[in-house]
């Protein structure tokens, strides 16, 4: 699975860091995500894709 996190942040001017505070999780959890290091619980995929202002389909995408 591969995600659009670190495209979208950026497009949106957040910093990883601001990303990490808005969701309550480390900045090393945001990196891994954006590296394709950790795939995040279905609660989180969800957070990110609000505070992204997308839905977790345009998110992450699931490769066949």
């Given at each position: 699975?591969t995600n659009r996190i670190k495209?979208?942040?950026?497009q949106q001017g957040y910093r ?33 894709a609000r505070y992204l202002n ?11």
């Amino acid at each position: 699975m591969t995600n659009r996190i670190k495209e979208l942040r950026k497009q949106q001017g957040y910093r990883q860091e601001d990303l990490a505070e808005a969701l309550n999780v480390s900045r090393q959890t945001i990196i891994a995500i954006e590296n394709d290091k950790y795939n995040p619980t279905l609660e989180l995929a969800m957070k990110l894709a609000r505070y992204l202002n997308t839905t977790v389909e345009e998110l992450f995408i699931l490769e066949a």
